[in-house]
């Protein structure tokens, strides 16, 4: 049985990438911790909180594919909707939703730049 470091809950999955490891434990709470190793001080909880976010959306059916479908402007527009609505929350009081929306938006911010980069050719990345 594998325990989260930092709150001690079961760990459901763990996601490793470079120095760092994203935790997501039983109860649906995530946390993130940097691994001892080179951790980066620029890489924050939020990015941490994003990158997470994102590795759910296969998940869900959202793939590469699904994305390609839909297109990057219907993406951008989802952001656009979660940062609205992160704003209203904010506004009347409760942060911690308004955060949660916040890193779904940059979640759906980043599959639309991953559509857009996956379109490059190797022309344009000179």
């Not at 490891?21 to 890489?43: F, K, M, Q, Y």
């Amino acid at each position: 049985m594998n325990l989260c470091m930092n709150c001690g809950d079961t760990i459901e999955k763990a996601v490793v990438l470079g120095a760092l490891r994203w935790i997501h434990s039983n109860n649906g709470n995530v946390s993130c911790e940097l691994a001892t190793a080179s951790p980066d001080p620029g890489i924050t909880r939020a990015i941490c909180d994003v990158a997470l976010e994102r590795t759910t959306h296969a998940g869900r059916g959202w793939t590469p594919e699904h994305d390609a479908e839909h297109g990057v402007g219907h993406l951008v527009s989802l952001a656009v909707e979660r940062a609205n609505d992160a704003a209203r929350w904010d506004f009347i009081g409760q942060p911690s939703y308004a955060r949660g929306q916040l890193v779904k938006a940059a979640s759906l911010a980043v599959a639309a730049i991953e559509l857009i980069d996956r379109a490059r050719t190797p022309e344009e990345d000179q």
